[in-house]
């Protein structure tokens, strides 16, 4: 069994591009079962935090001072809409992506953390909704924590 930890959770900034970078390539490494060689991934993770850092938030933890998972949530601002003083329309609301922990630290409370730092995030921003698409693995942790079936979306899958 894994022991339990409490780690550190922050929202990530333009110093930590090789941060993510790094677990990102720790996950698909861990996915394709060795090495990845990509001498372009680098590059490529600096000009998406470029494109993207406005749109998303990246948490990190961090367990003795060092990267043990992140998460980032693509932040969905809707079209205004006219509406009445009354009415209360939130304006965005978020899909949570790419939640990496280590895997050694599996289990040890660090992917709720993150979760929770999501969430309370979504919470005080006034999130219409938070949307995530699971691994079959992370069902039960996902429901866990209060998340439920999309009955109300369609999805069209890429050609």
Known sequence: MVRPVTPTVRV????????????????????AGG????AG??????????????????????????????LNMLVFTRMPKP???????????GYVANVYVERPLR?????R????AVTAYADEQGFA???LAPSERSVPFYTRAGFGPATGLLVREGR
């Open 41 to 70: 991934f680098d590059a490529a993770m600096a000009s998406w935090w470029e494109r993207e850092h406005d749109q998303r938030v990246t948490w990190l933890a961090e367990v003795d001072g060092r990267a043990a998972g992140m």
């Open 12 to 31: 990530a900034d333009g110093t930590d591009v090789r941060t993510v970078a790094w677990l990102r390539r720790q996950w698909a490494e861990e996915q």
């Open 35 to 38: 090495t990845v060689a990509d």
């Open 113 to 116: 953390a993150l979760l929770e």
């Open 129 to 131: 909704r938070l949307v």
């Open 83 to 93: 509406r009445t003083a009354s009415s209360d329309w939130p304006p965005q609301w």
């Open 107 to 111: 289990d040890a409370g660090i992917g």
